[in-house]
């Protein structure tokens, strides 16, 4: 079993914490060998944390365990949840954090929730994946805390998951868990393809939710807050002022030479993109 286990959280760095999870994982397994993905999520962005991990987890080795703490609902009804995939290990409240990982794994129905949980979906997947939910006890640091969950189950269990013991050992299985509707690009009536701003990195980068596969070529136009950029560039440098380029990601991104085109464009997350074909 693997010691690697990453964190993905909106706990920032000017409090304790970060620290307070590692911790706990360090107190079950002194070995582990703990990963930062990010702790810069916004506060209570599920989809932005669901996003950077989707796009972090697949360059690890198989067997690594993401845990994944952006958790509003805290000490409510959600249950804390371990998903196993082919190549990793998961563990995370089930509140749509896993919602980039699970639309990568093909999922074969999904349902609507009742109204009160928004936009949750409930899906069920396909054989091969395994979950279960976190609900025995025994693996828990005590007192729980009812609003840190992330050190007082999250952190032992992923660090008992890295001793080599069964994820069936912490709870009951469930063949179903939560997801949060993932921004897809869409055609417009002249063809075109419209997208939206997804993630703003700290370079300023504006990631889209089109991927290079969506794209008809390079020769394009990319329309971007009334800004028209010609072509798809290859690298960061290849050109002067704003350029549209298909990021180490794997999505398009929108770009400005040493500068930062979301201020330049003035643009935020959720903004619509266009992609015309120049043909």
Same mark, same amino acid.
């Given at each position: 079993?693997?010691?690697?286990?990453?964190?993905?959280?909106?706990?920032?760095?000017?409090?304790?914490?970060?620290?307070?999870?590692?911790?706990?994982?360090?107190?079950?397994?002194?070995?582990?060998?703990?990963?930062?993905?990010?702790?810069?999520?916004?506060?209570?962005?599920?989809?932005?944390?669901?996003?950077?991990?989707?796009?972090?987890?697949?360059?690890?080795?198989?067997?690594?365990?993401?845990?994944?703490?952006?958790?509003?609902?805290?000490?409510?009804?959600?249950?804390?949840?371990?998903?196993?995939?082919?190549?990793?290990?998961?563990?995370?409240?089930?509140?749509?954090?896993?919602?980039?990982?699970?639309?990568?794994?093909?999922?074969?129905?999904?349902?609507?929730?009742?109204?009160?949980?928004?936009?949750?979906?409930?899906?069920?997947?396909?054989?091969?994946?395994?979950?279960?939910?976190?609900?025995?006890?025994?693996?828990?640091?005590?007192?729980?805390?009812?609003?840190?969950?992330?050190?007082?189950?999250?952190?032992?269990?992923?660090?008992?998951?890295?001793?080599?013991?069964?994820?069936?050992?912490?709870?009951?299985?469930?063949?179903? @868990?939560? *997801?949060?509707?993932?921004?897809?690009?869409?055609? &417009?009536?002249? %063809?075109?393809? !419209? #997208?939206?701003?997804?993630? /703003?990195?700290?370079?300023?980068?504006?990631?889209?939710?089109?991927?290079?596969?969506?794209?008809?070529?390079?020769?394009?136009?990319?329309?971007?807050?009334?800004?028209?950029?010609?072509?798809?560039?290859?690298?960061?440098?290849?050109?002067?002022?704003?350029?549209?380029?298909?990021?180490?990601?794997?999505? @398009?991104? *929108?770009?400005?030479?040493?500068?930062?085109?979301? &201020?330049?464009? %003035?643009?935020? !997350? #959720?903004?619509?993109?266009? /992609?015309?074909?120049?043909?």
């Amino acid at each position: 079993m693997s010691s690697i286990i990453t964190l993905t959280t909106d706990f920032g760095y000017d409090d304790a914490y970060v620290a307070a999870v590692k911790g706990a994982i360090l107190s079950t397994n002194p070995e582990a060998n703990i990963i930062d993905i990010s702790h810069s999520i916004e506060p209570q962005n599920i989809l932005q944390a669901a996003f950077i991990l989707g796009t972090a987890y697949r360059y690890f080795p198989k067997q690594t365990i993401h845990v994944a703490i952006v958790d509003p609902g805290v000490g409510s009804e959600r249950q804390g949840i371990i998903l196993k995939t082919p190549s990793a290990l998961f563990v995370a409240p089930d509140n749509g954090i896993l919602s980039y990982i699970i639309d990568d794994l093909f999922l074969v129905e999904s349902r609507s929730l009742t109204e009160h949980t928004h936009d949750l979906k409930e899906i069920v997947f396909k054989t091969g994946l395994e979950a279960v939910a976190i609900t025995d006890p025994r693996f828990w640091r005590h007192p729980v805390s009812p609003v840190f969950h992330g050190r007082d189950v999250f952190a032992p269990v992923a660090a008992g998951l890295s001793l080599g013991i069964s994820l069936y050992e912490f709870g009951e299985k469930v063949n179903s @868990l939560h *997801v949060l509707p993932i921004p897809k690009p869409s055609l &417009d009536p002249e %063809g075109n393809l !419209v #997208g939206r701003v997804l993630h /703003v990195d700290r370079f300023g980068n504006l990631i889209t939710n089109i991927k290079s596969n969506d794209l008809p070529g390079k020769d394009v136009v990319v329309e971007v807050a009334g800004h028209r950029i010609q072509g798809i560039s290859s690298y960061y440098a290849q050109n002067e002022g704003v350029m549209a380029i298909v990021g180490s990601s794997g999505y @398009l991104e *929108v770009s400005l030479r040493d500068g930062s085109a979301c &201020d330049f464009l %003035g643009t935020v !997350v #959720g903004d619509e993109i266009k /992609v015309i074909s120049a043909v």
